[in-house]
């Protein structure tokens, strides 16, 4: 795959004096890039942060309320601007219908002109109907406070029938259109999540739509050993043939390439002791020419801080990492995890099951090493125990998965095609076997 160099602006910014009669403060080399200015965070679009925002996981006051720790988003929207983050993407359903606001509450403290909006048409439940997705679309506008929306995407396409069942027959597309004539939508795309055929129905419609940009999964896990049925390599390649802007979600799977099993977690350190494992992902999708923009859904400020080392005077992968990775990707396998990215789509259970956390303790427990192999294995009867009582104290005992009937209601709502109850029967029963030992 060729690669070009990331679009810099030279010059560094000017050194501020200390104290009189103060010795300078030591900074680390971390600190040193977070000292930065915007015009060293990396550009493949001229004008656009390579790292956008993802506001599906802002910070919560309170997880059951679901609350926004709105003076936390604050200040992580002003460390990113300060630093050349200037996408935000949000959508209406996100965070219990309240990221959009929460985003703007940040962003209307700085010129319009100074930041873009990324928004959704979040339409997903039937009875489709015209009405519904213009109303989604007209509260974006007033939860913004805004005139226009730079990205206005359709919302998780799996193919030409979903398109035409929620955006044709209901003519919202027609309207969007409209509205991107009129000026009010900047750039109209898509959100794939489905199929390789659905892909390729969707990328065909580019002469009919055009398409001002796609929006893909894309990580070195799914580059060439995707989960469900298309590679991110075949949906960039076409992207590029189209010369179509590609903006990125998932580049941590997830957050499971965060925080890889122990001997994945060796090999990387192994090459780049001082980076963080979440780093190589980053590092990975930045490497490709025909990304606009690398969204990241960053809950703390050192998520952040860690991605703008990443991404501020950013240093492409080299040949010989290219080929680590693939290595990483075909060991990822050899782990026995579910491949759910926490996006909380499948939510709320209308059995009160909590799905992504059942889903989490399993992953996070498979990831430590923690995951009880068998009886057989050291120190069993502690492991199990242990992993017994972690479970209990992470779900509550009526939101576990055995209280899952199979009635499939969250199977059309996972963007990853989960067989959910196939994978909480899969869970329930292997919990059943370390309750009565039988492993």
């Given at each position: 795959?060729?690669?070009?160099?990331?679009?810099?602006?030279?010059?560094?910014?000017?050194?501020?004096?200390?104290?009189?009669?103060?010795?300078?403060?030591?900074?680390?080399?971390?600190?040193?890039?977070?000292?930065?200015?915007?015009?060293?965070?990396?550009?493949?679009?001229?004008?656009?942060?390579?790292?956008?925002?993802?506001?599906?996981?802002?910070?919560?006051?309170?997880?059951?309320?679901?609350?926004?720790?709105?003076?936390?988003?604050?200040e992580m929207v002003d460390y990113a601007?300060?630093?050349?983050?200037?996408?935000?993407?949000?959508?209406?359903?996100?965070?219990?219908?309240?990221?959009?606001?929460?985003?703007a509450i940040a962003l209307l403290r700085?010129?319009?002109?100074?930041?873009?909006?990324?928004?959704?048409?979040?339409?997903?439940?039937?009875?489709?109907?015209?009405?519904?997705?213009?109303?989604?679309?007209?509260?974006?506008?007033?939860?913004?406070?805004?005139?226009?929306?730079?990205?206005?995407?359709?919302?998780?396409?799996?193919?030409?029938?979903?398109?035409?069942?929620?955006?044709?027959?209901?003519?919202?597309?027609?309207?969007?259109?409209?509205?991107?004539?009129?000026?009010?939508?900047?750039?109209?795309?898509?959100?794939?999540?489905?199929?390789?055929?659905?892909?390729?129905?969707?990328?065909?419609?580019?002469?009919?739509?055009?398409?001002?940009?796609?929006?893909?999964?894309?990580?070195?896990?799914?580059?060439?050993?995707?989960?469900?049925?298309?590679?991110?390599?075949?949906?960039?390649?076409?992207?590029?043939?189209?010369?179509?802007?590609?903006?990125?979600?998932?580049?941590?799977?997830?957050?499971?390439?965060?925080?890889?099993?122990?001997?994945?977690?060796?090999?990387?350190?192994?090459?780049?002791?001082?980076?963080?494992?979440?780093?190589?992902?980053?590092?990975?999708?930045?490497s490709f020419p025909q990304i606009m923009?690398?969204?990241?859904?960053?809950?703390?400020?050192?998520?952040?801080?860690?991605?703008?080392?990443?991404?501020?005077?950013?240093?492409?992968?080299?040949?010989?990492?290219?080929?680590?990775?693939?290595?990483?990707?075909?060991?990822?396998?050899?782990?026995?995890?579910?491949?759910?990215?926490?996006?909380?789509?499948?939510?709320?259970?209308?059995?009160?099951?909590?799905?992504?956390?059942?889903?989490?303790?399993?992953?996070?427990?498979?990831?430590?090493?923690?995951?009880?192999?068998?009886?057989?294995?050291?120190?069993?009867?502690?492991?199990?125990?242990?992993?017994?009582?972690?479970?209990?104290?992470?779900?509550?005992?009526?939101?576990?998965?055995?209280?899952?009937?199979?009635?499939?209601?969250?199977?059309?709502?996972?963007?990853?095609?989960?067989?959910?109850?196939?994978?909480?029967?899969?869970?329930?029963?292997?919990?059943?076997?370390?309750?009565?030992?039988?492993?």
């Open positions: 795959m060729d690669r070009r160099s990331f679009l810099k602006v030279s010059g560094l910014a000017a050194a501020s004096v200390g104290l009189a009669g103060c010795a300078p403060k030591q900074r680390s080399a971390a600190e040193d890039k977070q000292a930065l200015g915007p015009e060293h965070m990396a550009q493949n679009f001229p004008g656009i942060g390579l790292l956008g925002f993802g506001a599906m996981r802002w910070p919560l006051l309170d997880d059951e309320s679901g609350e926004i720790d709105q003076e936390a988003v604050n601007m300060a630093h050349g983050v200037n996408y935000y993407d949000t959508a209406p359903v996100y965070l219990r219908g309240k990221s959009e606001r929460a985003t700085y010129p319009r002109d100074s930041y873009f909006i990324a928004t959704k048409c979040s339409n997903f439940r039937g009875p489709y109907s015209f009405e519904q997705g213009r109303d989604l679309y007209l509260k974006s506008f007033e939860n913004f406070e805004t005139d226009h929306i730079d990205y206005y995407l359709l919302h998780s396409i799996s193919g030409y029938a979903a398109l035409k069942a929620r955006f044709l027959d209901t003519g919202l597309l027609d309207y969007f259109l409209k509205e991107r004539e009129a000026g009010r939508i900047r750039n109209l795309g898509f959100s794939f999540h489905g199929p390789g055929e659905g892909f390729d129905e969707l990328v065909a419609l580019h002469d009919k739509y055009h398409w001002d940009f796609v929006q893909i999964q894309m990580n070195y896990s799914d580059w060439k050993h995707a989960t469900r049925d298309v590679d991110a390599v075949h949906m960039y390649d076409k992207l590029t043939e189209l010369n179509i802007p590609i903006v990125l979600m998932e580049p941590l799977l997830g957050g499971r390439l965060a925080s890889q099993p122990a001997p994945i977690t060796d090999m990387l350190k192994a090459e780049r002791p001082d980076k963080s494992v979440a780093s190589w992902a980053f590092r990975f999708v930045g923009c690398v969204l990241s859904g960053m809950t703390r400020m050192e998520h952040l801080k860690d991605n703008l080392e990443t991404y501020l005077d950013f240093e492409p992968l080299s040949e010989a990492e290219f080929r680590l990775l693939e290595e990483v990707a075909i060991r990822m396998n050899e782990y026995p995890q579910v491949n759910c990215t926490d996006c909380k789509y499948c939510m709320p259970c209308p059995y009160g099951i909590d799905i992504p956390g059942i889903f989490r303790f399993y992953n996070d427990n498979v990831r430590a090493g923690t995951y009880v192999v068998s009886s057989e294995q050291k120190n069993y009867a502690k492991a199990r125990k242990k992993y017994l009582l972690e479970y209990n104290k992470a779900i509550p005992t009526l939101r576990q998965a055995d209280h899952c009937i199979g009635c499939g209601e969250c199977l059309s709502a996972c963007p990853q095609r989960i067989d959910i109850p196939t994978q909480l029967r899969r869970i329930d029963e292997y919990i059943e076997a370390l309750k009565q030992e039988k492993l």
